[in-house]
């Protein structure tokens, strides 16, 4: 099974980037869904990216798009969220997510392997 770690969080400004790793310790990292979701106060966990194993394109929420990329190293375990224009309304904790199944779903219930979380926060 899979073990996941993030890092990468921090405070910064509005318009200013951050990037997040995910690493993870496990067999099953390289055929494994990847996902980052955030949650902020008061609010439900949301969906933010995914990327699926081998060559299938990422997903992405409609608020990130075009600001967020995630990406994977299979020989590294890592999985990567480059966060660019960034936003007071990104402020969350946020998670990555393994899904060994591969399904590089968008909703949480897919994913069965959990990191501990790390905060971003964007000041105006």
């Known amino acids: 099974q899979v073990q996941l770690g993030e890092s990468g969080g921090g405070l910064v400004q509005a318009g200013d980037s951050l990037r997040l790793s995910c690493a993870a310790s496990g067999r099953t990292f390289s055929t494994s869904a990847m996902g980052w979701f955030r949650q902020a106060p008061g609010k439900e966990r949301e969906f933010v990216a995914a990327i699926g194993w081998g060559t299938r394109v990422p997903t992405y929420a409609d608020s990130v798009k075009g600001r967020f990329t995630i990406s994977r190293d299979n020989v590294k375990n890592t999985v990567y969220l480059q966060m660019n224009s960034l936003k007071p309304e990104d402020t969350a904790v946020y998670y990555c997510?393994?899904?060994?199944?591969?399904?590089?779903?968008?909703?949480?219930?897919?994913?069965?392997?959990w990191g501990q979380g790390t905060q971003v926060t964007v000041s105006s």
């Open positions: 997510a393994a899904d060994r199944w591969g399904r590089a779903n968008s909703s949480p219930v897919f994913y069965e392997t």
